[in-house]
């Protein structure tokens, strides 16, 4: 549809006012999303994905959703689709808008919720203001952004994007729990995932929104980041098995111990990040140990390992030598060591042009703003594979995030989402109104 087009169908369909983010409503909904799941002691938000935490933080946005008069669906894969109304639904490409509302342990309030209420408000907004333009504006809640507790990270991005070879059939939690059960609870359907998965005719753009996670914007005094390219994530889960024994009576030779085999892994991880600059960082942030007892030499470890980059030739070599290293780590130790599973995503590059509207706004807005990379994961680099994606940074404050100190200056937060509203509306042809 050519932008006159557009435009004209905003101004038949519309009233005259352009949308416009409700600031105080924004904010509401953040303060209330972040008391789901908050430790009261640490501040921390524990919501795992497909936990009770996160259905209670769902069951929230769907309501505040219906009660703002708005159409939700749940997919297959949990994910919340959020829009103005079922009835136009598939008339027009979207301009799809969101990001997730699962935590890691003893995270922060905003990372992927922000991008949530975000991406709500614009929908909200922009149906208020009448509906119209080119492209219909969706909002969506991924699930399981994190893998916290189940071992895929982007699990609902992959499922939308039709990335279901790259998920197990049965997928597992860390203690081998399968996601069928709480995927049901959550509204989703194993079985059915294939219906979850969008045609990329069907997605004109995909915007997100997030707190920077980082150091960069506030340091450089910039209130809006424009991301250049997200890096690639390759997270391997590893089982390590050895043999169990009483810690007093079991001779040092001749051990299998599967918790000295894992450190060692820690240590070949780390190594190849930090000594040999095989990938930009490696991490192994999470281990369950059997029986885990202080007095019995560890039976089985499974641990993940997360390695990143921004360059795919890079990710694949520093995975070969992780798995290199784990095969000398098992002869070494005589335990027996396997990769049981992987969630690989190259690294991308978000759209020039999508990234252009982005600029335009800010300077539409008078506010700066900066170009960076994302050293973290986000589902936008699931997205790409099927639609061109961009994203929008907002400061953190003290550049931390998983962790419960993670905050960002509500005025950028506000900010943020009328960058967002701006951007979709740009996207969509639209005027986007007078500065306020
Ligand atoms: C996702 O939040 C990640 O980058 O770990
Ligand atoms: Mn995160
Ligand atoms: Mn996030």
């Known amino acids: 549809m050519s932008s ?5 169908a905003w101004t038949t369909s519309s009233t005259a006012t352009a949308p416009a983010v409700d600031g105080g409503r924004l904010l509401r909904r953040i303060e209330e999303l972040g008391r789901i799941g908050r ?12 936990s009770a935490a996160d259905r209670e933080a769902r069951a929230y946005v769907m309501a505040e959703a219906r ?34 509302l ?3 342990v003893n995270g922060g309030r905003l990372d992927g919720a922000y991008g949530v209420i975000a991406a709500l408000e614009v929908v909200q907004a922009w149906a208020e203001s009448g509906g119209g333009g080119g492209l219909e504006p969706v909002a969506v809640a991924f699930t399981n952004e ?7 990270p982007f699990f609902g991005s992959m499922v939308l994007a039709g990335r279901l070879a790259g998920l197990p059939r049965e997928p597992l939690d860390h203690q081998g729990g399968p ?12 079985d059915a995932l294939g ?14 929104v997030h707190v920077e996670q980082g150091p960069v914007l506030e340091r450089a005094g910039s209130r809006i980041g424009v991301v250049d390219g997200i890096t690639g994530r390759d997270v391997l889960t590893v089982e390590i098995r050895g043999t169990a024994g009483h810690a007093g009576t079991t001779p040092m030779a001749g051990r299998a111990d599967a918790l000295a085999a894992a450190s060692r892994v820690v240590l070949a991880a780390e190594r190849i990040a930090a000594e040999r600059g095989l990938c930009r960082v490696a991490t192994v942030g999470r281990l369950h140990i059997s029986p885990n007892s202080p007095n019995t030499v560890a039976e089985a470890v499974r641990l993940t390992a997360d390695l990143r980059d921004t360059d ?24 027996d060591i396997e990769v049981v599973g992987r969630v690989y995503s190259d690294p991308v590059a978000t759209s020039a042009d999508l990234r252009a509207l982005i600029e335009e706004t800010a300077l539409e807005l008078g506010v700066p703003y900066a170009v960076l990379p994302s050293g973290a994961g986000h589902d936008a680099l699931v997205v790409a594979d099927l639609a061109p994606v961009a994203m929008i940074f907002v400061p953190s404050i003290g550049g931390v995030s998983h962790v419960p100190e993670e905050d960002t200056a509500p005025d950028d937060l506000v900010l943020g989402a009328e960058v967002l509203l701006r951007t979709a509306l740009r996207a969509s042809g639209l005027p986007t109104g007078p500065r306020r």
């Open 4 to 8: 006159q087009s557009v435009a004209q």
């Open 39 to 50: 430790d009261p002691v640490t501040g921390g938000i524990t919501r795992e994905g497909f």
């Open 67 to 100: 009660a703002a008069g708005l159409c939700v669906a749940v997919d297959a894969a949990g994910n919340i689709i959020i829009r103005g109304s079922a009835a136009a639904a598939g008339e027009r490409p979207v301009v799809l808008m969101g990001s997730h």
């Open 102 to 104: 699962d935590t890691v």
């Open 146 to 152: 994190e893998g916290a507790l189940f071992p895929q």
């Open 179 to 190: 996601l069928r059960g709480p995927l049901a609870l959550a509204g989703g359907d194993l």
């Open 195 to 208: 219906s979850a998965a969008w045609s990329s005719d069907a997605v004109a753009a995909y915007l997100e």
């Open 312 to 335: 795919a030739a890079r990710m694949r070599n520093a995975e070969a030598a992780l798995r290199d290293a784990l095969a000398d780590i098992a002869r070494q130790t005589g335990t």
